[in-house]
């Protein structure tokens, strides 16, 4: 295949190998000037920045040494950077891994996000006698959602990896880019991951679209305040009796929980995010920085009524770019997403249908595909638990129902053990999740306080009854019983979550908030709250403590003196930067078995079969020898991703029996057959041929000849 650059800016492995050992012994952290193009399949030159005249001084250094020492391919990059990218650094990594690696990888913008940056596709392939775009191809998207650097990061580290062992003769990693394509697309949404690299840290998952929630006429003009000026947007504790329906746990008063007055408990305090009333309408923070929640602004399942989804679906103009980059791509076979949801660690059950009578998340005879791909998958990560996040109106649940593809989504990485990245646990309001005030971070399995009911139940059954304009208030959800749960949750389609009684209930010698001391006599507190207790010995233990801001007062101008404190905005949606090397190691492992397992479908010996005069019988099977069927049940009820066609060049005025063009819509893997029979009217040892083509995995033709290599009895 031919990959179009400018040979004037192209630099050799080679010297891209000695510019990078040539910056290590100067101590410089190279990033080389940008040669990056948005035209489709190029480079050229960007904007020149004060990095061109440090990569001219060193690129000449390299030269200087390059004429007496012989061609090596360049070196893995398997160490993590300290931080994470920012999108000038992102475009100056991927141009770094163009330089280095021309003729396997082509660099495209897909689109403009709405301020303009630049939304970046890598197509990694192996030359071959196929052009890539007709191979079958494995996309892997990342940066959907805005605060979830760690996909950005790690999808750029699966295709350097994926390059260098290629470059090294990797065996699976050779046969993927050739005989297949993989395109990756590391970070739809550029502006919504800027803002973690603002002045001040506020998580947010969305685009940049403006949005006036108060509809007063004016556009994020009251969003949170960095009100102490520690850099971070956190929480405030509002001492209002009124209000209130807080507490500090008695185990560790950094943690809040939501006060039971059975127990003699008094709320204390409302959270409400850090910040003022700037525009004066005495609410606190009603109209903050707008934006698109891009995860639910497409098709399949849209949530028009929803906070977030946007005016109609793909409304954004990265929604809209990432959709015409895949609809022109029908060679897309297999697609993984990093991003908060998930459906790796957890199989879905295949229940749940919308209005319309689509699934909400797999058809059933789908789902035995999906375990086994889940069970590899933790088999490799040992991500064997992540939170539940409704998908609805998702780019990965478009691509599984509405694409025809299997669709495989992971978070990559869900904080320690015993907690999971962004949930509520037991008894507990607010903490914003990740300091932020942005509330799209995934549910845990904790109570409800409706019998033993998940709170997650409730929430996709409150989510539901909103999508259908109706209202539900406080008074009927403190009346409403487990088994009205259960039949609302079965009109509606929605599984009913439970948990489970060893996870809510302590050990008979103590209350639920007390733990036996060592002497077994002396008690002391538990956290009411384990997952947020998990959080917290996490960031205390291996993160020096920088995940949580402790609480201090504040003299606020509406409320008085208030407390600031809570989580660190970004820290439980994403590791330390550091880790993404180690993480991305474990998906190149997934990504190569992935790799092996496209359909492999070829067509027998044919039967021939001479019958009388003229006529002859003609027998042939497809076969899928592959793991993956050609087509999933989705596929093939929607009838979205095109079938495989079998076309015999007979002219049709002599066919006898048969049709002259099948069209297969699935062929099951692993030995899985599709049988056809004709019977023609052709002279003897006439030749005729038989085409086998498919949108997704390629053509090939049969030449036969009406020889007989079978009696009919």
Partial sequence: ??????????????????????????????????????????????????????????????????????????????????????????????????????????????????????????????????????????????????????????????????????????????????????????????????????????????????????????TDEDGPNDLNGDGVITMMRVFDPEEADQMADPADERLNVKADRMKGERAAFKLYVEGIDDDGDGAINEDGFGGVDLNKNFMHGYPEHQDGAGPYPVSEPESLSLLKFVLAHQNIAIALTYGRHDNLSTTPDGKGTFDAGTPKNLLSDDVAVYKVIGEKFREITKLKKAPSVNGDGAFYSWLYAQFGVPSFTTPLWTGPEGAEAGGKGKGSAGGNGGGGNDDEGGEVLKASGVGDIAQVTIDDLLDAAKAQGMEVSDDMMAQITPQQIEQFAGMMGIKVKHVKKAQEEAAPSTSDDEVEGANGKEKEKKPRDETEAAWLKYSEAERGGEGFVNWSKFDHPKFGEVEIGGWLPYFKTNPPASEVAEIALKEVDLVLDLGGRFPQVSLTEPKIAHLTGGLYEIEVSLVNDGFFPTGTSMAVRNRRARPYVVRLSTPIVNLITGQRVHKIWKIDGNGGRYKIRWIVRAPDASKHTITVYSEKYGKFDREISLIPTAEKP
């Avoid at 300290?82 to 396997?104: H, M, V, W």
């Avoid at 660099?107 to 890598?122: F, H, T």
């Avoid at 050739?178 to 949404?189: G, I, K, L, Q, T």
């Avoid at 002045?199 to 929630?213: I, L």
Wanted: proline share 6%; aromatic share 6%; charged share 20%.
């Fill in 1 to 218: 295949m031919v990959f179009h650059q400018n040979n004037n800016t192209t630099t050799h492995p080679t010297r891209r190998r000695r510019i990078r050992r040539i910056s290590e012994r100067s101590a410089i952290c190279l990033s080389a000037g940008v040669l990056i193009s948005s035209a489709p399949f190029g480079y050229g030159a960007l904007s020149s920045s004060p990095w061109l005249l440090l990569s001219s001084y060193v690129h000449a250094a390299a030269l200087q040494e390059e004429a007496n020492s012989p061609s090596t391919p360049p070196p893995s990059s398997s160490s993590s950077p300290a931080s994470y990218a920012t999108f000038d650094e992102l475009t100056k990594q991927i141009e770094a891994l163009g330089r280095a690696y021309p003729n396997s990888l082509r660099i495209q913008s897909i689109g403009k996000s709405r301020e303009g940056r630049d939304i970046w596709a890598l197509t990694l392939a192996l030359d071959g006698g196929v052009d890539p775009d007709k191979r079958s191809a494995l996309l892997i998207t990342a940066g959907v959602d805005g605060n979830h650097l760690v996909g950005s990061a790690v999808a750029v580290e699966v295709a350097s990896e994926l390059l260098v062992k290629m470059n090294a003769g990797d065996e699976g990693a050779m046969k993927l880019l050739s005989d297949h394509v993989v395109y990756v697309v590391p970070r739809v949404n550029p502006d919504g991951m800027e803002r973690y690299f603002g002045k001040v840290k506020n998580e947010f998952s969305r685009n940049t679209r403006p949005d006036d929630k108060d509809r007063d006429m004016a």
